[in-house]
């Protein structure tokens, strides 16, 4: 009998489709074309000695000139501009904001085919100190409301450039999804008097059945309702509404939690295509007794459609239960 | 200077992001691999012929045997299950209802090769009187809360099989999204006493801008805050809130709209995959005030990421002015 399982968290519901399942490892990406990627392409922007090729480096890690261990540089082709102002269009049906704001790469590795899986963790620990470097600086700008850090890796995630790289953008707006999903946290906090990602974090901790892998700091797991395939959590134990306020111990083990969980997926899944996305409230908004910051992985192994599209409600074709075990078993070689 | 723009329906912010925006023939598919479909295909279950592969037929038009001209059967592969009850479960964090619900594949065309903007208008409005039929059907089960008409087009918009068809899933909840969305448009209703998608329609047609097509009852155009590139609505002119109170003449334009707008997208952007979906009411709520049905269209030529994941936000590459000029004026062989 499928299930639909409501997500405590976001409220989506998602049908769990027993009938229609896959074992976990027909989602590993066997079939698919691979080619070989050099270590330093001449005319890639993010390899080292073309430092030239992209503006003006915002912050660096490493020594001078190519001699850089991770680099910071505004997007060429920004999504939002940091000129302007915020001024706002209201007349009738349009509104609009004008598109003020930051778009940055944070180009990971000097070496062009990397990918976190393989990364030594010490880079993992510098690509986590950078990502908590331009959270806290973006939200300098008082244009910006809202900040989200986050990664595509490979095609089918919506990347087009193979250097590995993540990115941040800074909108002058808080998107509606952030601040619904805060509204439900107040709910249940006022309903309960608990932070709702505490509550799951000691749940999925009692249960143990989705757990991917805990360390010291943080826990990687499957939701219950897992949107797709794989779709994996990472909590920080400690209850904090900021990645923001993360510390020196929590950089340690989120480094060795992400290259454990990435290489998982690496070796399980077959160097799957993957977003991975930080869920923060800014610093400021820290000591928010009912949010809890935490980063999402959707590996790209399943495909959302018209449904999906036209209801908010998902088809998930594997169950996060064997999920889990199969990401909790597979093994990795460090 | 980019452009943050609002969906005053949905809610959602989406960048419009002028300075890495293409130009509207840039999302022609013209380097994706062509391959050659014919138009029957012995193993194919949704051929004239093999009607004994699929499960007990629920609805047909035309003659007996393999003399069809659409039908519908329940999906071999149901993502919800006709048996069962729907109990819920609450344990904790874990909410869950059981998976009863219907899920059928509306065939669309006995001929395996075809597409909605090759199809003649008269199929299309049997089409579109399935869809009627079907929805109205599945409200039926007492167990039904929502039912979705959905299409998936080419493997890019997530569909496996390449005979022509549709799918109706009837789930025991109400989406999340189809709840909030609703609620809006009421807290709309209450500070202005409009529609919100009649206000919409009104000040889209008074624009003129981003129309692609006016037919009689029905109206195509693309929203000021499209999500995606060339993200298309068909709205009908008569407000009611269910798909089910469609007339006879209504399904006649729906028909030539469809086709009409569908050629535009295989013509003009060289057959893109793509999703359609109609968001709809029950026939009993069609007389909330509040709620308009329509269909939105995706086709698939740019890709969701990581931002999009992480905050709900869209960032647009293409300017909604400009693709629908671009559809406007893409001539239709008919």
Redesign the interface.
Known sequence: ??????N?IT???V??????AKRPEEFAQKNRVKKEIPSYVPNCPFCPGNEDKTPGETYRMGGVGKDWKIRVVPNK?????R??DCKRIME?????????GIHEVLVETPLHNMTTALLPVEQIRTIVEMYKNRFLAAYQDECVE?V?V???HGEG???SLEHPHS?L?A???V????R?RMEEAIRYFDDTGECVFC??LK??LGDGDRIVWEGQSFVAFIP??ALSAFHTWIFPKRHNASFGSITREEMDDLAITLKTVMAKFYYGLDNPDF?????SLSLEENDEECCHWYI?I?PRVS?????E?????F?NTALPEESAKFLRETKVPF
């Open positions: 009998m499928p299930e639909i399982r409501q405590l409220r989506e519901w049908i769990i489709a027993t009938e229609r082709f920004a999504a939002l501009s000129e302007g009738g049906i349009k509104r609009s904001i004008n598109g003020k809202h989200v986050f990664k595509n995630a919506g990347t990115q953008i909108t002058p707006v998107p509606s999804q952030v619904e509550r799951t749940e999925e219950y309702a977003n991975y996305v930080i869920r999402t959707v495909k959302a459609a018209g449904f599209l036209g209801s908010g409600m088809i």
